[in-house]
């Protein structure tokens, strides 16, 4: 079997002494989309910040594809991050600039293309989430799903390998939020990519995980498929997925 594109191994991480992950062993797979569940504030966040190198563990290791990134040092890890898109949670396109100058800004910082070149990928990302005709317009004159749409196609400017999703559909309306499932699968079917997709939203989570992991005081209580995850035996994850838990989950 190819070996995994991401092999976390006894990841331990603290915030002034509290423990957040507490000793997280996982992989992600080459090509498969992995969920990962769990309440506000078990650490998901943290876990997609790990992934990518933003943050060092105060112990345990993470490998991307194969080269142990935990330790290395900041510069060496911009070639890296080139090839892991991320889709911040919130979204956060640049308020000042266009959509055209949001899509291209990962281009301009990474790349050495010129202005046809920028823009025609410009394009092309905005069409692969089905938007047309908006590269001038302001992040003010979107609506919530179309700016989720641009920061999807911000995501996917540099043609990474693995893109990361804080929370894509937080904030939106079901229909919305099932058109952003919807192509963050057809994304990640056209271009081949890995998605680690981070969400407490069930309906998005069963469209778009081959397989779900579920973050629970720390570690991954549950990690399978959806099939798996329909007759677990774990009480509160199973309590989670029946949508019977705190209301702090609302939001
Ligand atoms: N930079 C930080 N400094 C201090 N505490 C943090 C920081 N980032 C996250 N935490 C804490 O870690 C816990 C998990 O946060 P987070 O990963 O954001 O949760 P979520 O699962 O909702 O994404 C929370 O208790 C949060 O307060
Ligand atoms: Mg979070």
């Known amino acids: 079997m190819a070996t995994p594109i991401f092999t976390v191994r006894g990841l331990v991480k603290k915030y002034d002494g509290k423990p957040v992950l507490e000793g997280l062993d996982f992989d992600v797979r080459r090509g498969e989309s992995l969920v990962i569940l769990g309440r506000s504030g078990s650490g998901k966040s943290v876990t997609l910040r790990q992934l990518n190198g933003l943050e060092k563990p105060d112990s345990g290791t993470v490998s991307f594809d194969g080269v142990e990134i935990t330790s290395m040092h900041e510069k060496d890890l911009y070639p890296i991050r080139r090839r892991i898109g ?3 949670q919130g979204g956060a396109l640049f308020d000042s600039m266009t959509v055209e100058e949001n899509v291209s800004f990962p281009l301009r910082e990474h790349r050495d293309m010129d202005e046809e070149e920028i823009l ?3 394009r092309q990302k ?3 989430v089905g ?3 908006v590269e001038e317009l302001m992040p003010s004159e979107l609506s919530g799903g179309m700016k989720k749409r641009v920061a999807l196609a911000r995501s996917l400017a540099l043609d990474p390998e693995v893109v990361l999703f804080d929370e894509p559909s937080t904030g939106l309306d079901p229909m919305t939020s099932a058109l952003i499932a919807h192509l963050i699968r057809q994304s990640q079917a056209s271009l081949a990519t890995t998605s680690v997709v981070v ?3 069930i ?12 973050l629970c005081q720390g570690t991954f209580s549950f990690l399978g498929t959806w099939e798996q995850a329909d007759q677990t035996s774990d009480q509160v994850f199973g309590d989670f997925l029946a949508g019977r838990m705190g209301d702090e989950d609302a939001a």
């Open 86 to 88: 991320m889709l911040f």
């Open 120 to 122: 025609e990928r410009v």
């Open 126 to 128: 905005l069409s692969l």
């Open 131 to 133: 938007l047309k005709d």
């Open 199 to 201: 969400t407490h939203d």
């Open 203 to 214: 309906p998005l989570a069963r469209h778009v995980g081959d397989r779900v992991a579920f």
